[in-house]
C-alpha cells in the first residue's frame, strides 16, 4: 500500500518544491551530528498480522543475558564510525543508501509531510530509523510508513540515547550508563518494531549515532546492526535548502546519507528535492540499507 496523501504541514507545498524557494532551519533541532557533510536493498513489505511476539524475540537474542555477558566490561573506543559499525556498504554500481531519522520527544514527534510526500511520488525508496517516541506519539502514522513497500523501519532507540556503558553524553545528550541500559535502550523499541512491521528491525542507530565499542557488541548481540552514516546530509535538521544539496550530492557510491524526517519547518525536503534529481542525473540508483 502507497503511502500517499500525508498531507501538509502549515507553511509546506505537497509534492511540487520549487529550488528557488530557501527556508531557514528551526533553531529548536533534535541533537544529531553536526558538522559539515563527510563523505570518508531491497524492497520490503512488512506483514503486521504475523508480528512474532516478545517471548519469541528474547528466545533468540536473550535481553538478559546479553546484559550479564558484558556487565564490569571497561571501553575502549567511543565515536559514530567504530569497527562493528555499518558506516558505508559494497555498493553494486552506484548504489547510496538513503537513510532518514525520527528522533522523538518533546518537540521532535511532527513529520516532514513534504519530505516523505516527494519520495513516494518519485518512487525514492529509503530507511527509516524511527525512535520509540516518535512511534508513540503517532501508531497510525507509523503503521502507514511500516505498510509502504519504497521504506524499511529501524529501530533509532527507545529514548534517542547515546550508546555508552559509562554515561558518556554526546551534544550534551546524557548516555546509557551501564549494559542493562544500553540493552533497555535497543530492546524496547525492538519489540516495538517487531509488533509493528511483523518482523525484527535489521538495523539500529543509536541517538546522535555515538557508540563505546562495548555497546557495539552489545548490539549486535541483541541480533541487529548498528549503524552510522558516511553523509551527513542536514546536520540535524539545521542546514539551510541549498547546505543540504551541497552535502547530499557529495555522496559517493557506497555512502550511507543521514538527514531527517520529522522538522517540517527545516530545509531538508527542499534539499532533497534539489540534490535528489542531481544524483539520479549522475547515474545514481539509490537502495534501503543493504
Known amino acids: 500500500m502507497a503511502v500517499t496523501g500525508f498531507g501538509a504541514a502549515q507553511g509546506q507545498s505537497s509534492v511540487g ?23 570518508t536493498t531491497t524492497p520490503h513489505a512488512p506483514t503486521p498480522a504475523a508480528a512474532p511476539r516478545t517471548g519469541a524475540l528474547a528466545a533468540q537474542h536473550d535481553p538478559a543475558a546479553v546484559a550479564a555477558r558484558y556487565a564490569g566490561r571497561k571501553p575502549a573506543a567511543w565515536g559514530m564510525d567504530l569497527p ?42 529509503a530507511t527509516l530509523f524511527l525512535n520509540r517516541r516518535w512511534i508513540d506519539a503517532d501508531p497510525a502514522r507509523a503503521a502507514k510508513l511500516a505498510a509502504e513497500p519504497l521504506f524499511e523501519l529501524a529501530n533509532h532507540g527507545t529514548r534517542h540515547c547515546p550508546l555508552s556503558v559509562d554515561g558518556r553524553s554526546a551534544y550534551r545528550i546524557a548516555g546509557t550508563a551501564s549494559t542493562q541500559e544500553i540493552v533497555d535502550e535497543v530492546w524496547a523499541n525492538q519489540e516495538r518494531l517487531t509488533g509493528l512491521t511483523g518482523q ?8 546522535t549515532a555515538h557508540y563505546d565499542d562495548v555497546a557495539v557488541a552489545i548490539t549486535r548481540d541483541l541480533g ?23 552535502a547530499m550530492v557529495g555522496a559517493r557510491p557506497g555512502a550511507i546519507t543521514l538527514a531527517h524526517m520529522h522538522r517540517p519547518r527545516s ?19 539509490f537502495v534501503k540499507l543493504p
Open 17 to 39: 518544491l520549487p529550488s528557488a524557494r530557501t527556508r531557514l532551519a528551526n533553531p529548536a533541532v533534535s541533537p544529531t551530528p553536526p558538522g559539515p557533510a563527510v563523505v
Open 200 to 207: 525484527p528491525p535489521r538495523f539500529f542507530r543509536a541517538g
Open 224 to 246: 541487529v546492526r548498528p549503524v552510522g552514516f558516511t553523509v551527513n546530509g542536514d546536520a540535524g535538521a539545521t542546514f539551510t535548502p541549498a547546505q543540504v544539496c551541497t
Open 267 to 285: 530545509g531538508t525536503a527542499q534539499g532533497m528535492a534539489m540534490a535528489l534529481p542531481l544524483l539520479r542525473s549522475r547515474g545514481v540508483e
Open 84 to 125: 562493528g559499525i555499518l558506516s558505508r556498504f559494497s555498493a553494486r554500481g552506484n548504489q547510496v543508501a538513503l537513510t532518514f531519522d525520527a528522533c522523538g520527544g518533546p518537540g521532535n514527534d511532527d513529520l516532514d509531510t513534504e519530505l516523505l510526500n516527494y519520495l513516494t511520488a518519485q518512487r525514492i525508496p
